[in-house]
């Protein structure tokens, strides 16, 4: 079983800025485009941001001009930049590939707290 290793989460004030980081085995990171989901408690798991191994990104309307993705196609780590941190954004933060989540890759994720 695969896992990615989601880490950067952590507690922040409103406003505030993260950056999360995700990596992946080579072989499953080079061929696939890679994606950033979050769940928040009570709620269905949702996309975030994802990004093609060619650089074609896609936001969620929430994430639209406050988060960026980014991939190092050498290291195999893919990262969410979140700024204007909002307490909606209060969620465990996972990646995986994408369009089509592998449910054997899910991590444990990395939990964002944004307090008022």
């Known amino acids: 079983q695969v896992q990615l290793v989601e880490s950067g989460g952590g507690l922040v004030q409103a406003g505030g800025s993260l950056t999360l980081s995700c990596a992946a085995p080579g072989k499953i990171f080079s061929i696939n485009a890679m994606g950033w989901y979050r769940q928040a408690p009570g709620k269905q798991r949702e996309l975030v941001a994802s990004?093609?191994?060619?650089?074609?990104?896609n936001y969620a309307d929430f994430a639209q001009g406050r988060f960026t993705i980014r991939r190092d196609n050498v290291k195999s780590v893919v990262y969410l930049f979140m700024n204007t941190l909002k307490p909606e954004d209060t969620a465990v933060y996972y990646c995986?590939?994408?369009?089509?989540?592998?449910?054997?890759?899910w991590g444990q994720g990395t939990q964002v707290t944004v307090s008022s």
């Open positions: 995986n590939i994408w369009p089509v989540p592998v449910s054997d890759y």
């Open positions: 990004m093609t191994s060619g650089g074609s990104t």
